[in-house]
């Protein structure tokens, strides 16, 4: 298994970007997708994550309202779009990708990227 994000940058609060995350070596549409952050000085959080074909997100309460996770399992594709960014937003996305779907716990993610690293500046 194999996942590749991308769209990472350096951008002003209030500003937006849009991650991407490729995934090879799996069925795509039978598995939960997630991003992750991670900053040096704290562990591995939840950001988003999006069930099997797409009908179910969940957010955490920090990024709620702000970013919209989708995906495409045509493209075998997640997407993390990201708006009115923050200071506090700064940290290496990961996306992952969980056999159980629909999922907040690190511990249901079996397979994860290589990170993405996104720098907001007040």
């Known amino acids: 298994v194999q996942l590749q994000a991308s769209g990472g940058g350096s951008v002003q609060a209030g500003g937006s970007l849009r991650l991407s995350c490729v995934a090879s070596?799996?069925?795509?549409?039978?598995?939960?997708m997630g991003w992750f952050r991670q900053t040096p000085w704290e562990e591995r959080d939840f950001v988003a994550t999006?069930?099997?074909?797409?009908?179910?997100?969940y957010y955490a309460d920090s990024v709620k309202g702000r970013f919209t996770i989708s995906r495409d399992n045509a493209k075998n594709t997640v997407y993390l779009q990201m708006n009115d960014l923050k200071p506090e937003d700064t940290a290496v996305y990961y996306c992952?990708?969980?056999?159980?779907?629909?999922?907040?716990?690190?511990?249901?993610?079996?397979?994860w990227g290589q990170g993405t690293q996104v720098t907001v500046s007040s």
């Open positions: 999006i069930s099997f074909t797409g009908g179910s997100t």
């Open positions: 992952a990708a969980s056999a159980a779907g629909l999922a907040s716990s690190r511990s249901r993610y079996a397979s």
């Open positions: 070596g799996l069925t795509f549409s039978k598995y939960g």
